[in-house]
């Protein structure tokens, strides 16, 4: 009896989760192989800073982290002018040449922009810049501050072109091994800078490295499959390319900047100015370990579902439509999940996980679900309008989210609510922002089917 099923396994061959069975899957199924590449460079990355992190509220104080979290919150709002969005457009060129001629506009812009924004930190005085800022500086000379704002801005802001050009080309794989590398260097060199005894400074150093490890590496692999049309680069081209696009620096670049404000990183601001800079550090330590691994999920799929949608948002709407309905669906369930596991182990883990003083993260993680889950479900799509040509639109949701989310915020300061309420009245205005921006998204992607059909 035992021979002839052990003969029988024999004749069936493998599992159907052998990886030879696995991987033949996933080749049939190039968006969820996509994906799946993606999200192992990422994770990993997440993995690794997530076993890192209790070493690091170790080593940096509530107070420290704020100071990172204001800082990262800045540059993640500003570092959307750095190409003014002509990045976006590289996904809808389709001829090599043209690629190559909107790159070089990216890349020019980048320089223009970074001067500019060196300029402006630099020609503000001192004591102006220190009144400005919503956290105190006093870790370090006040030049490090700025010359890391500016640093951050330019490497950042040279990731971005190097993944839309990843993107375009869909390389994946390189586009993982880049966020694999951001997940490591970032963490380590925080520990490495915190044993020198930098503080405050060393975490925005290592957020600076993290952030920017890897993208030469990605720009590099992008441009030598694309050598052969780079001969071609013209300014007279360049020129036709950017008008083309004008609507991306007029309108998108705008509505980008006023979307990451309006965002959670305008939180850290607003928490560091109306409470205390520990406030902020507690709100970044949540984002981190609970939020930050959805945000990844969301971004790998995102990301290829850009690339996807670029494609076929004019040729076949309908398939652009079930793609939408999908990936929303079951982001939804994934995001719930992962939420309600969080607040459920958060309440007597994290003490033990990252140390006693951390252990009032876990009420603002209860005051912050509900925007997070919302966040989430919203992410992988939400480029949906700019894609379907509707970036006016997209600029008047952002607009009305920035509004209702500060409106709400100062309404609780002023009414003298505490920290966590204030924290859950922001987070629920997100959360009602971003059911309008799915309903927006869903009446789009059927306006274009029907235009698809009548056409």
Partial sequence: MTQ????????RGPGRWHPRHLRAWLSARPFLRNVSILLTGAAGGQLIAVLLSPLLTRLYTPQQFGTLSVYSAALTMIVVLASLRYEFALLLVRRRAD???????CLCVLVLTTAALGVAVFAVPDATLRTLWPVPLDEGPLA???GLLVLGYFCLGFYYIALQLATRTSDFPAIAKTRLAQGLVGPASQIGLALAGLGAPGLLVGFVLGQSAGSFGLFGSVIARMRRVLRLLSWRRMRVLARRYIRFPLISSWAALIDAAGSSQLLYILAGIAFSPAVAGFIFLVERVVSRPLAIVGTSILQVYM?????????????????FAQVVSRQSLLALLWILAANLAASFAFATVFGPEWQQAVTYLHALSLGYLAQAVVQPVFHTLQILGRQGLAAGWQVGRLCLTVCVFLAGVEQGWAAPWVIAGYSAAQAVCCLLLLALMVRATDQRRHEGVKG
């Avoid at 690629?99 to 506009?105: G, S, Y």
């Fill in 144 to 146: 490090a501050y700025q």
């Fill in 307 to 323: 690339g996807e949608a670029g494609k076929i948002a004019a040729s076949d709407p309908a398939r652009l439509k079930r793609r």
């Fill in 4 to 11: 002839d099923c052990t003969k029988q396994r024999a004749i």
């Fill in 99 to 105: 690629a190559v001629n909107l790159m070089a506009v």
